[in-house]
């Protein structure tokens, strides 16, 4: 079982120092769908390989396979306690905390993951009732809700009744190709779903709060999933007008006026990184190189994920 536990914790450590060489790469906003892809399998592979080197610290030897092995270890312990037999000696003991020290991790993952869907759809579910009651249409912005607000603000509501909301501010702030451009935007994050992919990132944030990696990683996919969104708007809408409701809507004081112009907006490291994108295009990724990111994200997840279930 020790080649299993090496390789485990070996993928496990070596994501820390890759997700802080992918959160400060500069392809990722070339291709933003592929550099997701790679945060999510960064993500998605960690989760597996810390709790299954934890396991296989415990786990029988065997041909069982990590996960295996380790059912095989609890439930001997469950059968002993059951017959009242000695406590174990100390190498069982550590390979008991190393168990339990594993299903800890995997229970605070699966269990901030449903807090934070649910925390979600509380918020949804308030904001869907404050917006019933004061939000209403206008004709400028058709198939969207405008709330009477100063601050110059657009966002979208996820989820079955999916809505995109618009402030007074921004109405009056904007010109009509500049809201275009702002809708564009905001129902390619409804169509695209890319509340569901920064979940996880949420999660993960809240069950590690002071993790610097963890802050990094939610805060480069947050940035990639408005690239994302604004590539989507670019194929109905020039770059041009989304630059400049960009810049107005980020320069734009809290009530509504602008307030520094283009030194302001760039004070927003997020504004100033779309907006640099915009004003200077990359071209995307080639071919191979697409290739070899889809390569690396499948073999984070399978191979921590085969090392747990197949027999070695």
């Known amino acids: 079982m020790l080649s299993p536990v090496l390789v485990l914790a070996s993928v496990a450590v070596g994501i820390v120092p ?34 299954g080197a934890l396991a ?20 001997r312990a469950v059968r002993r306690a ?20 594993g299903t800890a991790l995997l229970t605070l993952l699966c269990w901030v993951l449903l807090a934070a869907s649910a ?11 404050l917006l019933s009651l004061l939000a209403h249409g206008d004709p400028k912005v058709p198939g969207a809700l405008v709330v009477d607000s100063p601050a110059a603000a657009a966002y979208c509501v996820p989820g079955l009744r999916s809505r995109i909301v618009i402030s007074a501010g921004a109405l009056a702030l904007l010109d009509q190709a500049e809201l275009a451009a702002v809708l564009a935007h905001e129902r390619a994050h409804l169509r695209e779903r890319h509340d569901l992919v920064l979940l996880p990132f949420t999660a993960l944030r809240r069950a590690f709060p002071r993790s610097a990696s963890v802050l990094r990683a939610h805060a480069a996919v947050a940035l990639l999933v408005e690239m994302l969104a604004d590539d ?8 041009r007008e989304l630059i400049t409701a960009l810049i107005r809507v980020g320069a734009a004081g809290p009530d509504g006026t602008p307030d520094g112009a283009l030194a302001v907006a760039t004070q927003d490291s997020e504004v100033a990184a779309r907006v640099a994108r915009l004003l200077e295009p990359a071209p995307g990724l080639s071919l191979p190189a697409l290739s070899l990111v889809g390569m690396a994200a499948v073999l984070l997840v399978v191979v921590p994920a085969a090392l747990l279930v197949l027999p070695v």
Not at 29 to 37: K, T
Not at 82 to 101: F, M, S, V
Not at 119 to 129: D, F, G, H, N, P
């Open 18 to 51: 890759a997700a802080a060489w992918l959160a400060a790469a500069g392809w990722p906003r070339r291709s933003p769908a592929a550099a997701i892809l790679l945060w999510q399998a960064l993500g998605l592979g960690w989760g597996l390989a810390a709790i």
């Open 56 to 75: 296989g610290l415990g786990a029988d030897p065997g041909g069982f396979g990590v996960a295996g092995g380790a059912f095989a270890v609890a439930g």
């Open 82 to 101: 059951a017959a009242g037999a000695a406590p174990p000696d100390l190498p069982a003991t550590l390979r008991l905390l190393c168990l339990a020290a």
């Open 119 to 129: 925390t979600v759809l509380r918020a949804r579910r308030r904001q869907r009732t």
């Open 232 to 239: 989507h708007a670019l194929r109905h809408r020039s770059a």
